[in-house]
């Protein structure tokens, strides 16, 4: 029985290659289709939903419904049996569909009659196009063996959507990949582009869904897997065996490459008549739909594991890998899901941006798009699945929008944008050596932040007095084991060189949260952002701390050292943490180093609680960095990794000005200096009422020194501080609009 209904499954794919290759318009091909389901599985209906866009499905072709509800019923997602289908990529067989939850009577089709209901899935690679459905007037649940085939149809269907299949006037169904696609996501880093796709992974398009030869067929699939389990054998061959985090990602692979589950599945998709390609993509679909709904993290892991093979696989089965003889523009706008530190690195300052599916404000690419000063958009839920490379592509960091393959009116306007602000930045270079003194006679010093030696030519170009943050996580993210300490102190030296005596300010390891290192074990915990991170780290970890503190002392070779600790959270840690500092001073000292000429022992501000530390803290602290976006996500309880609260709270918010400010009296009171640092200080508007506030050293990107400074020398603090009060004495939760009025007179625009 079972090699009959394979001999059938065969038989209906057959079919539908054969109207596939036929010339036909796109709704001839659809009804046809239609016609051959309903015809193979002895059904009464067959229906074909489509996507009109992401929230809509419409009815494009029907066999056995009302003819005149083509393209005339629609529905949301998630609304009927259809919708339902569609929303939870699950299939729903049922013999009394009227009784079925989420039941919804569409009048206009006739459908009344039929009681029995099948619908499928039709996707492709976890991306939804659209809902297979067969129905009969039998009381009857089909069998696993009708939904099999089914499922494998619908597979097919997702194959010739994806190739344009059905494309027509009549369908009004247009070409994919052609249509301009807005995609709104979240800013990683700020910046504007215009460039061209550039995939990090090129899509593996299957031309072949359907194949006559099962026995071919399997033996190509088995050749592919051998060719898998070997690459997979190498890697963990040459892969180190102190490195077990990597050890169990292979070992994953080498599990799942072996799975006779996993071959016996695709065996049976490739019996029933699709190619080997098909069948290793179908099974990849069904991973991919249970990943987006799996809530236990480690199991998400053995799926995205499963994933990733499957991609190998069929670049294995179709010879598209990586080099596809496709040329990278000129101008590169990388897209991908997500890509770790070392990779991005690799690319360098060729890509003009990047867009990610995946990823989060603080990740590692982040932490890269930042250093290397490239607009980044992260979120950008299917942009991968939709852009081809070469695609014209427009991506704004400052909003985290994307547009791909924008009209002309879109493209006009972005491009407008882009040359203003390229016009603003031949402005900014006037005043380029001239410092950041207000009309009322307050300077304030503005600095810039890096993590990569390639930062360092903008501290000349910019205008920057110096380096407030140079982040030393980067040399640790992008190796596969802890760096040597030669390499470091080589690193730190270039780095104070290139300064060419400006004051650098090296943040110790900020590791933890969601900057894992690769070498180190990740720990499950439920609130990282508020875990074992960045000094609580270096002080279980004194080892490593110590090692970097003694690079940073040699790599100063006689120069002025400061150095300065991340997310102190009480005296005590900074007490702890100063005193390695010492203690590795007079190390080396008596070892017979070069010791730096002067050494500045600073903090990062992150948490409220060092707002209120002793006083001694601030007597004994040579500096004090405020960490912006460590610190407002603390103060509001506002996770700046969730898009529901984090734009929810005001920077410029009456109570964090006020806090900003009681802890620049802090400072004052003690002569020590403080600065404040993030993603805020490079914003004109909260650069402005930071130093009305009483902050008088900034640190931020380079490409915000020139805007910062313009404004600042064009404006009174004392008015400014005026509208502030006013504002505060006025009950106003925010003093920005009073203060965009206040700029607005003076010819500002924002």
Known sequence: MAHSLESESRKLLGRLKETLAEDSAGQERLDRITHIIADSMRTEVCSIYLFRDAETLELCATEGLKPEAVHITRMRIGEGLVGRVAKFSRAINTGNAPAEKGFRYMPETGEEIYSSFLGVPIQRLGERMGVLVVQSKEA????????????????????????GAFVGEE????????RPELFRGTSGQEGVAAGHVWLHEPRVVVTNPV???????????????????????????????????????????????????????MEEDIDRGLSAEAAVEKEQSVARSRLQTVPDAYLRE??????????????????????????????????????GPGELLSYGRKLAGIVLEEGSVGSHAAIVARALAIPLVIHCKRITTEALNGDKILVDGEQGVVHLRPDEQVQKAFMDKIAMQAEAQERYASIRDVPATTKCGT???????????????????????????????????????????????????????????????FRTLDIGSDKVLPYMKPNDEPNPALG??????????????????????????????????????????????????????????????????????????????????????????????????????????????????????????????????????????????????????????????????????LSMRPASVGPIKSLLR????????????????????????????????QGWAF
């Open 443 to 505: 300077t304030i010093s503005l600095h810039m932040n890096a993590g990569l030696m390639a930062d360092l030519p903008s501290l000349e170009s910019s205008g920057a007095e110096g380096v407030g943050l140079f982040r030393t996580e980067l040399q640790f993210l992008i190796r596969n084991k802890v760096p040597r300490r030669a390499e470091l102190a080589a690193l730190y030296g270039r780095v104070m060189d290139a300064a060419q005596g400006k004051r650098v300010a």
């Open 532 to 697: 074992w991170r960045a000094i609580r780290v270096g002080l279980d970890k004194s080892g490593v701390l110590r090692m970097q503190l003694q690079a940073l002392i040699r790599g100063a070779g006689g120069r002025p050292l400061t150095v300065m600790f991340p997310f102190v959270a009480q005296f005590d840690e900074f007490k702890t943490a100063r005193e390695y500092l010492l203690r590795e001073l007079d190390r080396e000292e008596k070892l017979g180093h070069t010791l730096p000429s002067s050494v500045e022992i600073g903090a990062m501000l992150e948490t409220p609680s060092l707002a209120f530390a002793p006083r001694q803290f601030f007597e004994m602290a040579d500096f004090i960095s405020i960490g912006g976006n460590d610190l407002k996500q603390f103060f509001f309880a506002a996770d700046r990794e969730n898009e529901r609260v984090r734009r929810r709270y005001d920077t410029l918010n009456v109570s964090f000005l006020t806090f900003i400010e009681q802890i620049a009296n802090r400072c004052d009171d003690t002569d020590t200096p403080v600065s404040f640092c993030g993603e805020d200080a490079g914003r004109p508007v909260e650069a402005l009422c930071f130093a009305a506030m009483g902050l008088r050293s």
């Open 302 to 339: 053995r799926l995205q594991d499963l994933d990733d093979l499957s991609n190998r696989l069929l670049r294995i089965l179709t010879g598209q890998g990586n080099e596809t003889g496709a040329e990278m523009p000129e101008d590169p706008i990388l897209i991908a899901r997500n890509i």
């Open 211 to 265: 194949a006559d030869d099962p026995a071919a067929e399997k033996t190509r699939l088995q050749e592919a897997v051998d060719q898998l389990r070997v690459s997979v054998d190498e890697m963990l061959s040459i892969a180190s065996t102190s490195d077990t985090e990597q050890l169990q990602v292979l070992e994953a692979y080498r599990m799942f490459a072996n799975s006779r589950g996993w071959m016996r599945r």
């Open 714 to 745: 064009s404006v009174d603090l004392t008015e400014v501080r005026g509208v502030i009060d006013e504002s505060i004495a006025n009950g106003d939760q925010s003093v920005r609009p009073s203060v965009l009025d206040y700029l607005a007179r």
């Open 140 to 163: 009857r649940q089909f069998s696993d063996d009708e939904l099999y085939a089914l499922e494998v149809v619908a597979m097919v269907l997702a194959e010739m959507t994806e190739l």
């Open 171 to 178: 369908s009004g169904l247009s070409a994919l990949h052609q």
